[in-house]
């Protein structure tokens, strides 16, 4: 499948530079963004043409030198819906996406919050690391293999 476009249903997935994103619209994506370096992939996701979600990965890239370093596996290291997007299942379809068809990989990382932890449970993440001094979960999703 091609990781740059996807479709599946009225969303659309198509790789993007960060600086695209509007800094209004995803705050949480914003924030992180002065982390982000060369080897940080960024993702919209597209309803009728509307940005209503985005998406960094680090990629599991051995080779890279410099930046982040991820050991094993892709971490879906940002995620976010935009607001008024929130709790119309838009989230739980765009995340689907991402890692059943963006990411090709079959183990991927997240680090992510408590409080969004039921979420990616449901996408079908399991917590297999909590580190309290940072109040991060690391979840892991190893893939069916019929997916």
């Known amino acids: 499948m091609n990781s740059e476009e996807q479709k599946n249903g009225k969303i659309i997935v198509h790789l993007i530079e ?3 994103v509007p800094d209004l619209s995803f705050p949480f994506f914003t924030s992180y963004r002065m982390f982000f370096d060369e080897q940080i992939r960024c993702y919209g996701f597209f309803q009728d043409e509307e940005l209503v ?3 960094a990965i680090i990629p599991d890239e051995p080779d890279f030198e ?3 370093a991820s050991i094993g596996s892709p971490i879906i290291y940002v995620f976010e819906v935009r607001e008024d997007m929130r709790k119309k299942g838009i989230g739980y379809d765009c995340a689907q996406i991402l890692v059943n068809n963006v990411i090709e990989e079959d183990t991927i990382q997240l680090c992510c919050s408590p409080f969004v932890q039921p979420f990616w449970q449901k996408v079908g993440f399991e917590i297999v690391y909590f580190d309290q001094s940072l109040y991060m979960n690391k979840m892991v999703l190893k893939k ?3 997916i």
């Open 66 to 68: 410099g930046g982040f």
């Open 18 to 20: 960060y600086d695209e």
């Open 53 to 55: 979600a985005v998406s």
């Open 144 to 146: 069916d293999e019929e």
